[in-house]
């Protein structure tokens, strides 16, 4: 049977907090006159326009921040690429001037090799010249 009573007792404290609670929030919401409530309107309307100045002006903010970063990882970037082409560039010319050097070196050894056997030559047909006038006058 106690439990039955306290059970009676919470149901009525129940409805009389719901009451209460639906009395006030009746009273928060009760119908203003046109004139309170365009000046409600009017309030909220001027802090929504405050609000969203406020998210316009974070955004811009944010923009320019973005495109500053933009603009620091692009000269980065193009640093990077012009030490990148310079590097290229000495590279390629130092394998030019290698090969310059060495086909320079394989024309001088190609240029005595020549001389060597012209000058051989010359000796295999003065040699032979020699032998065939010797032969004639004898």
């Known amino acids: 049977m106690s439990e ?3 059970f009676g007792k919470g149901v009525i404290i129940g409805f009389i907090a719901g009451g209460a609670l639906g009395a006030a929030l009746a009273l928060l919401y009760a119908p203003k006159s046109g004139k309170e409530l365009r000046q409600d309107i009017k309030l909220k309307t001027d802090d929504y326009l405050d609000e969203a100045e ?3 002006a974070e955004a ?3 923009a320019i921040d973005l495109i500053n970063e933009g603009k620091k990882k692009s000269e980065k970037i193009i640093k990077e690429a012009r030490v990148k082409s310079e590097e290229l560039l000495k590279d390629a010319e130092k394998v030019l001037e290698d090969a310059r050097a060495k086909t320079d070196e394989i024309v001088k050894t190609g240029k005595e090799k020549v001389d060597q056997k012209t000058g051989q030559l010359k000796s295999a047909i003065k ?3 020699d032998a065939y006038k010797e032969t004639k006058n004898t």
């Open 4 to 6: 039955e009573n306290n």
């Open 54 to 56: 406020k998210y316009i």
């Open 60 to 62: 811009k903010d944010k």
């Open 127 to 129: 040699a032979g010249v």
